[in-house]
Nanobody
Framework: QVQLQASGGGLVQAGGSLRLSCAASGLTFSRYHLGWFRQAPGKEREFVALSSKYSQSVKGRFTTSRDSAKNTEYLQMNSLKREDTAVYYC?????????????????????WGQGTLVTVSS
């Protein structure tokens, strides 16, 4: 049974930092990309990052990393803004010749975590 456990969310002031974690189990970690999406209240879910690919809204502020020994993907979020407030989800997509190119598309992801709430206050 595949599980993606996202954690690390919380309340932070604008300009601050948080690091999200996504611990994966039940899958062969090296065979999957782990991406990050977010959904703000009243808005659609949007792509945030996968490996070295970032949305324009977070590029230069967010960084992904991976600890394969722990089957965990991280999202380091710096210089947080109020508009970064959202539930953040991690998702796993099987590595294929197309998966990186289509990282923005939620449909390529096979498994989703439960989400972790990030609230940025002014």
């Amino acid at each position: 049974q595949v599980q993606l456990q996202a954690s690390g969310g919380g309340l932070v002031q604008a300009g601050g930092s948080l690091r999200l974690s996504c611990a994966a189990s039940g899958l062969t970690f090296s065979r999957y990309h782990l991406g990050w999406f977010r959904q703000a209240p009243g808005k659609e879910r949007e792509f945030v990052a996968l490996s070295s690919k970032y949305s324009q809204s977070v590029k230069g502020r967010f960084t992904t990393s991976r600890d394969s020994a722990k089957n965990t993907e991280y999202l380091q979020m710096n210089s947080l803004k109020r508009e970064d407030t959202a539930v953040y989800y991690c998702a796993a997509a099987l590595r294929t010749s197309d998966s990186f190119a289509y990282a923005y598309n939620p449909e390529i992801y096979d498994y989703w975590g439960q989400g972790t709430l990030v609230t940025v206050s002014s």
